[in-house]
């Protein structure tokens, strides 16, 4: 298992919830079917708004493929993987291609 807190830029809220609202209604079957790929057996996500105003997002990937999925997915020639990713790049300001964030350290 792997949890990551990934900040969201600001003015990118909006467009993270219609992206989930895509990955938990039409793209869901792609969703799950690339998790499947990744090898992940759970894929969770909790946006969390800090009193500052701004957002995180809490990741968290269960399954064989969780420590290396960020990577695997970044790497894949997978159309949805592609589009996952592209996203991922636009509401996180990431670039896919310089590695994941770390995943966060488990104290408790």
């Known amino acids: 298992m792997t949890a ?3 900040p969201l830029l600001p003015d990118k809220v909006d467009a993270w919830r219609a992206w989930a609202g895509e990955l938990n209604g ?3 079957a792609d969703f799950e ?6 090898q ?18 809490i990741v968290v990937h269960e399954g064989a493929g ?14 949805f993987d592609q589009w ?5 790049a636009d509401v996180h300001g990431m670039d896919p ?3 994941p964030p770390p995943p966060a350290e488990k104290v408790i």
Do not use: E
Not at 33 to 38: L, V
Not at 84 to 88: A, E, I, L, N, R
């Open 4 to 6: 990551m807190a990934i």
């Open 26 to 28: 039409p793209r869901k």
């Open 33 to 38: 079917a690339s998790n499947a790929r990744h």
């Open 40 to 57: 992940l057996t759970s894929h969770h996500a909790w946006l969390q708004t800090n009193p500052d105003g701004s957002s995180v997002v």
């Open 66 to 79: 969780a420590d290396g999925y960020m990577g695997s997915m970044a790497q894949s020639d997978v159309a």
């Open 84 to 88: 996952f990713m592209s996203t991922v």
């Open 97 to 99: 291609n310089a590695g």
